[in-house]
């Protein structure tokens, strides 16, 4: 009803002026004289009448005050009527103006879009990892607790299993303390498979809070030596093994070789670690089945997990759990001599290294958003000149002023919304590219939705865009008071420095980026030139699990191994063949406590020694080079005494001028023989350099776990289908994973600098090309509005040249001003950048060399087109233009 | 007032202003006096609802309003009927109407074991 009656509500309106009391007042007076001038007719006095009137009539205070309320209201209404009215007005006026210039206004949506994409996906990737709480019910108390040697940078090293129990018993500043050991077991149904298990302390559901979808979690009594053997699948896997949740319960699974019932299953979104499918109690899986726990406090391999109680902080948490390691350190000296408990809040494992990236991500997009309004600012600006002549007759038609800022606004959100809306499609595509660049291989839960508070930013990122590009140029065309202002110079002259303000930003903004994207392309290729220490180039690798009964005596893994490594080296395009029980680069953490003999003992000095246990043919696969000695032959058996091979900067640390060839190094019970030393790999992670290291020989320590690496002169991916083959043909039982290219890990190492820059590299170019496009804008303009004096000059004899040096001059100053600015921001940034990069110096003389130069670049082409029309204006037709 | 004049039954009295509108343009007075003359004086207009109700009516669009010139030349308020309102009178008399004849035929009834 709001608009179809419109008119006559005006009319009322106009009539009725604002003043509700006195129309009401007036009213129930018309009716009172009327009444008494009846009575009056009748033969009654005036003062008979008019009391009557009155009686007649009854309460007037309480009809006037009913009156009252019944037209305020309606006054209310009619005002928001009029003013959602006068806004649709607005934007069918703004709807037609932008129709009028299309293709400015499409300009315009299109560079809000880029902005706002970027934005709102660095908004969906930066509100999961920062802002919303984990999926866990009790994901805001929840902790990792890492039960570390005092001085490692390390927050969460497991702890053994004794050393958990212990601080489980004594600890006071947890509503539960958790333990978790990550593995993989062999389910055998229809055929074998691996799965991925964790081995759960009986609180651990409880820790985090999490209830079973169907049955119940692991409790206490399940996580008791001698208890049944129970487990907790995951949604996922009951449906994909059984069908549905509810018919995964009560099932008996053969699991490594043993039967064990499910007695619950959890949602999907609550699994921890995230990739997780079976949870079994520690006291009945894996580590109790081989008989040594938990007896060795020395054997740490469980990660901490804690609840804290509501009100208590990390920090209180550490204390509380360093009175119970001072006393496990005194108890205990062997093992826990200097450990110290450290507790960190579970989401700063996910932020922790993303963190920096993430910043600087926000800074870039926030950066591209601010080159797009300025650019949209710019843009509008010099519309603005073609539109003062418009505005002035609204103005002389009695348009207020703030209703021609107010209609000039509406355009600009106009814009902004539409620009919002595409943008925020673009964000679909645009949001994994920044989750790739900041934070790379993100767990199951971690998806970043376009939800409501999402679409809402975006919104509000919108609005704030079209209110800040749109202000500035709507304030100066609503100075336009009269006409005289279209041949004013002053505003012009006042326009068009706020216009090249927002170029100088633009290309200031742009040549920043520019620099940071260079500086993370260098630091990403920087990354891929890093020495390995072994070729991963046509090598297969290729995960096994020897568990089960069959497998538990190690002659026969290490029967198992050696045909395996027969067999593979025997087909055809193989050169060579080994395997180890973790790979270089991530194969991180399976640290050995050794004493060098002979060595004086330093105190404080951590003993604990990265150990890989490799097969003989391992260092010819991978071509790790030999220093002195010799690597390991099948001499090595189990009967012959125990060797070793150390790595250069094992060598370097104990003996640096002697040579570790012919030492001994103790380890466990065990005392083994140096026989040979090996340059340097980079084992635990690509950026992790000059770590010791020490190698035994596998039929010396059959591990459970290895992974086999296949060299071949062709393409290694092409051996995957006859590797497995082979290994079924010896077993059928044992599932081959990972089985893939060894230089994909490598690549998976890169992935996220590399990402990061690529990210950067096209904020960068989206910055630079804005630019360009606002400069042209810019000079373009002035080249127009300055065709009359460019036609005098040529009419007076000024060569073409000299009339396109002049626009090329003023392009020079703005780019040369946009330049220094950019370049002092560039290094304010990059100092910091450098300092969270690999490999990468803030003061790179070529970046900013280089950076200069495409924005030099990029000005002359944008200048190029305008220079040429000014040089060619006809001084005839720009003479009789006006 | 006598015994002979009767209260105006709630709900009925926007029914009797449409219909009071129904000839033309009238103020409240016009109005309340088109229902006394009209019911002969028996229905007795309770004025202290009349406005509210003529200001509700306003509001829900049956009726229109506009400042204009009395008969004796004194600046009154003319309600005006819309064509919403003449809709909805004609939709209440038929309703009105209904209820009449049921109210009639029960009091008429022969009178009958319960």
Known sequence: ?882 | MTDRQVDILRGTLDLLILKALSWGPAHGYGVARWIEQATGDILQVEEGSLYPALHRLQVRGWIDAEWGASENNRRAKFYTLTAKGRAQLRLEMVTWTRFAHAVFAALEAPPQPA
Not at chain 1, 112 to 134: E, H, N, Q, Y
Not at chain 1, 138 to 165: E, F, I, K
Not at chain 1, 311 to 340: C, F, V
Request: proline residues 5%; hydrophobic residues 50%; aromatic residues 8%.
């Open chain 1, 1 to 882: 009803m709001a608009t179809s009656d419109a008119p006559a509500w005006r009319r009322y309106l106009r009539f009725w002026g604002s003043d509700v009391h006195d129309d009401v007042d007036e009213e129930l007076r018309f009716h009172l004289a009327m009444r008494a001038s009846e009575y009056a007719e009748r033969g009654m006095a005036p003062d008979e009448a008019r009391r009557r009137a009155e009686d007649r009539f009854g309460s007037v205070e309480r009809a006037r005050g009913e009156c009252l309320d019944i037209d305020k209201r309606f006054h209310r209404r009619l005002g928001y009527a009029d003013m959602l009215r006068t806004v649709l007005q607005d934007l069918r006026f703004a709807l037609r103006v932008l129709r009028r210039q299309a293709l400015p206004a499409l300009a315009a949506v299109l560079c809000l879009a880029i902005g706002i994409s970027a934005t709102t996906a660095m908004f969906s990737v930066a509100d999961r990892l920062l802002l919303k709480p984990l999926p866990y019910p009790n994901g805001d108390r929840l902790v990792t607790v890492g039960s570390t040697r005092r001085g490692s940078a390390d927050r969460s090293s497991p702890a053994s299993y004794l050393d958990y129990l212990d601080l489980r018993a004594g600890q006071h500043a947890f509503s539960g303390l958790a333990a978790m050991g990550q593995t993989d077991f062999i389910m055998l149904r229809a055929e074998a498979s691996r799965v991925s298990s964790a081995l759960v302390s009986g609180n651990f559901f409880a820790t985090f809070g999490v209830t079973p979808e169907v049955g119940r979690t692991i409790t206490d009594a399940d996580d008791r030596p001698g208890a049944a053997p129970v487990m907790v699948v995951s949604d996922a896997f009951a449906r994909r093994e059984f069908g549905s949740p509810a018919a995964a319960v009560g099932r008996t699974v053969n699991f490594n070789a043993a039967a064990r019932t499910i007695v619950g299953v959890i949602a999907d979104e609550w699994r921890y670690p995230s990739r997780t499918e079976v949870w079994l109690p520690i006291a009945t899986g894996g580590y109790a089945q081989a008989g040594r726990y938990p007896k060795d406090r020395g054997e740490r391999n469980l990660l901490m997990y804690g609840a804290l109680r509501p009100g208590t902080t990390p920090a209180a948490a550490e204390r509380d759990l360093d009175a119970i390691t001072a006393r496990l350190a005194r108890q205990y000296p062997s093992d826990d001599a200097d450990m110290t408990a450290r507790v960190t809040r579970l989401r700063e494992t996910y932020v922790g290294d993303a963190r920096n990236a993430l910043l600087i991500m926000i800074g870039a997009t926030l950066a591209v958003l601010l080159v797009a309004c300025a650019n949209v600012a710019a843009l509008q600006l010099a519309r603005s000149a073609a539109r003062t002549t418009e505005i002035s007759i609204r103005a002389a038609l009695g348009a207020a002023r703030g209703r021609i800022v107010r209609q000039l606004l509406t355009e600009s959100l106009l814009l902004a919304v539409a620009g919002g809306a595409v943008g925020t499609v673009l964000a679909l595509w645009t949001r994994k590219l920044v989750a790739n660049a900041v934070i790379p291989g993100t767990p199951a839960w971690m998806t970043f939705d376009l939800d409501s508070r999402v679409l809402l930013f975006a919104l509000g990122v919108s609005c704030i865009t079209g209110v800040a590009f749109g202000l500035a140029p709507a304030m100066r065309l609503a100075k336009v008071r009269d006409a005289s202002s279209l041949r004013g110079t002053t505003a012009g002259r006042s326009r068009a420095r706020l216009q090249r303000s927002f170029i100088v930003l633009e290309l200031a903004l742009s040549i920043a980026l520019v620099v940071c994207a260079m500086l993370a392309l260098d630091s990403a290729a920087q990354m891929r030139r890093v020495p390995l220490g072994f070729d991963p180039a046509g090598v297969l690798s290729m995960r096994v699990a020897l568990q089960g009964p069959r497998y538990d005596s190690g002659a026969a893994k290490t029967a198992f191994v050696q045909s395996l490594d027969q067999r593979l080296s025997a087909l055809p395009g193989v050169q060579a063949v080994g395997a180890a029980d973790l790979l270089p680069i991530d194969g991180c953490c399976s640290r050995w406590e050794v004493v060098p003999q002979g060595q004086p003992d330093v105190p404080g000095h951590d003993p604990s020694i990265t150990g890989t246990v490799v097969t003989p043919g391992y260092f010819t696969a991978l071509r790790l080079r030999v220093r002195s000695g010799r690597v390991f032959t099948d001499a090595d058996g189990a009967q012959s005494p125990l060797a070793m091979v150390v790595n250069r900067s094992f060598e370097r640390q104990y003996w640096p001028r002697t040579g570790a060839v012919g030492e001994h190094v103790a380890f466990g019970n065990d005392q083994a023989l140096v026989v040979g030393v090996v340059e340097d790999v980079r084992q635990e992670g690509l950026l992790n350099a000059g770590n010791p290291q020490f190698f035994l020989a596998y039929a010396q320590h059959p591990r459970t776990f290895m992974t086999f690496v296949m060299r071949t002169a062709g393409d290694p991916a092409a051996l995957v289908a006859s590797a497995r083959r082979t290994l079924h043909a010896i077993d059928p039982g044992i599932p081959a994973y990972s089985v893939q290219p060894l230089q994909n890990v490598v690549d998976q190492a890169t992935v996220q600098s590399r990402g990061f820059g690529r990210l950067l590299t096209i904020f960068a170019a989206v910055a630079l090309l804005l630019a360009a496009t606002g400069l042209y804008g810019v000079i373009a303009f002035l080249v127009a509005s300055r065709t009359r004096e460019l036609g005098v000059r040529i009419a007076l004899g000024a060569n073409p040249a000299a009339v396109a040096g002049v626009v090329i001059r003023q392009s020079a100053v703005l780019t040369a001003v946009g330049a220094v600015a950019g370049l002092a921001l560039a290094v304010a940034v990059a100092r910091w950048l450098a300092a969270t990069l690999y490999g990468v110096q803030w003061f790179e003389p070529g970046v900013y060399v280089g950076a200069t130069a495409a924005l030099a670049g990029v000005a002359m082409v944008a200048t190029w087109a305008p220079a040429r029309r000014a040089s060619r204006t006809d001084p005839v037709t720009a003479l009789r233009a006006d």
